[in-house]
């Protein structure tokens, strides 16, 4: 455990200092969930009615999940680009944990999720979203971290199973169309049946629902699934299932790769 703490503190530092160097991704980061924000909430806000709340003060939580789904692409990306470039050979020869490289590449991520969501709150604030009444924010923010964690490891997976920047960019672009089936975006009461059941069983939809209710945004929504009907369950549920298959996954990939 300790050597795994040690390593996994170095690669952290790998990972932070890759991020550094690579400006671009950094803004791209902080500057797209604001943009989201701001097209969303002005074009499709005068479109759509949320039931007992503004649209924006329905969006922004759901904004928030849906870019930390995003940590799926982010994960499988790097690892993809890693494993391409020859890096994860390299380090494969060192004397360090085997789950110390994966383990830096997700707390860097989270390190770095957790600093872009600052600005981003900050013009929900500038554009009428407010944590109602005493809600606990700092669960809702830690919900969303272990979200985004549990995540960023199944990219990491996928991307050492691609182990190609081109395919792995391609298949993240994929990832675009998780929150669109979910109640990231709208509600999912109006939709069909079938459709609706869909969408509220994509983990997108429980941990966004668990964040509006911990945020005060939005009550839970009557008739829904499981997950979004016992949000605050479903998504540490959801959380510990995508840990669980995806962490020993990952590390067993990484540790052996393809012969």
């Not at 830690?142 to 199973?161: D, K, M, N, P, S």
């Not at 945004?217 to 959380?239: R, T």
Request: charged share 10%.
């Amino acid at each position: 455990m300790n050597t795994l703490a040690y390593d996994g503190t170095a690669m952290l530092g790998r990972q932070l200092r890759r991020l550094r160097n690579n400006p671009g991704l950094m803004i791209l980061s902080q500057t797209m969930p604001v943009s989201m924000l701001l097209f969303f909430g002005y074009v499709f806000g005068s479109a759509l009615a949320v039931p007992g709340t503004a649209y924006r003060s329905f969006l922004v939580p759901g904004l928030l999940v849906a870019t930390a789904a995003g940590g799926v692409m982010t994960g499988m990306f790097q690892s993809a680009q890693d494993v391409h470039r020859g890096v994860t050979d390299r380090f494969r020869t060192l004397p360090v944990s085997r789950a110390a490289v994966p383990l830096g590449q997700a707390l860097a991520d989270a390190l770095v999720t957790a600093a872009g969501t600052v600005p981003f709150l900050l013009v929900g604030l500038a554009v009428g979203w407010r944590v109602e009444g005493s809600a606990p924010a700092a669960g809702a923010l830690a919900l969303l971290l272990l979200f985004r964690f549990a995540c960023v490891w199944t990219g990491i997976y996928l991307g050492l199973l691609t182990r190609n920047e081109e395919a792995a960019g391609q298949l993240g672009g994929a990832t675009f169309l998780l929150p669109l089936l979910s109640s990231a975006y709208i509600p999912t009461e109006g939709l069909p049946g079938w459709l609706r059941t869909v969408a509220e069983w994509n983990p997108i939809s429980a941990v966004a629902t668990a964040l509006r209710d911990l945020f005060g945004n939005a009550s839970v929504p009557e008739g829904a699934a499981w997950p979004v009907a016992h949000p605050d369950a479903g998504s540490l549920a959801w959380c510990a299932v995508l840990l669980a298959v995806f962490v020993p996954l990952a590390v067993r990939e990484y540790a052996h790769g393809r012969r």
